[in-house]
């Protein structure tokens, strides 16, 4: 069972000094807006880092995300983590609960994160060639294979070039 903290009560804790905010949301999504407080390290990474580190254990460690479930894994990934002796806690709700709770943040979301617009975008285009390929054209099944293959080496190399694509449009600036 993962600890959960309020909004509120975690802004209490940073203003005096008795926690870390870890913010574990994919880099693009922290620049475009993230708590004050907040330290970046990305879900994928955390394990690895966490070992790494040295955490004074009197200071507790909150893990947030949008709406709390990267966040909820990330607690899970560091009480299995030996290295870390600390009280931990995940931001109930995310950084959307922080807004609600009127509590400030660095920047302003331009809405859908740029990881999302990669899914959405695939996601549909994927579904369209599969429902095409079951019309008779099988040129739908292998653009969907294309685009499977595509998502699977951006997953393995980190570079995305429709995400490049995105992020060089108007909306996303």
Request: charged fraction near 15%.
């Amino acid at each position: 069972m993962t600890n959960i903290v309020l909004p509120q009560d975690a802004a209490k804790w940073l203003a005096a000094g008795d926690a870390i905010l870890i913010d574990v949301r994919e880099p693009d999504e922290f620049r475009a807006e993230h708590i004050a407080y907040a330290n970046s390290l990305p879900l994928g990474d955390l394990e690895k880092l966490m070992e790494n580190m040295s955490i004074p254990a009197t200071r507790r460690l909150i893990f947030q995300c949008l709406k709390g479930k990267r966040g909820e894994q990330a607690c899970t990934l560091v009480k299995n983590c030996d290295a870390c002796g600390n009280e931990i806690y995940n931001l109930e709700g995310g950084i959307t609960a922080w807004k609600e709770a009127g509590l400030p943040v660095v920047g302003h979301s331009s809405g859908l994160s740029i990881f999302r617009q990669v899914q959405i975008i695939v996601g549909f285009v994927v579904s369209l060639m599969i429902v095409l390929g079951f019309l008779g054209l099988t040129i739908g099944f292998i653009i969907a294979g294309i685009l499977g293959a595509a998502l699977f080496m951006a997953g393995l190399t980190g570079w995305c070039g429709l995400a490049m694509l995105l992020s060089k449009m108007p909306w996303n600036k």
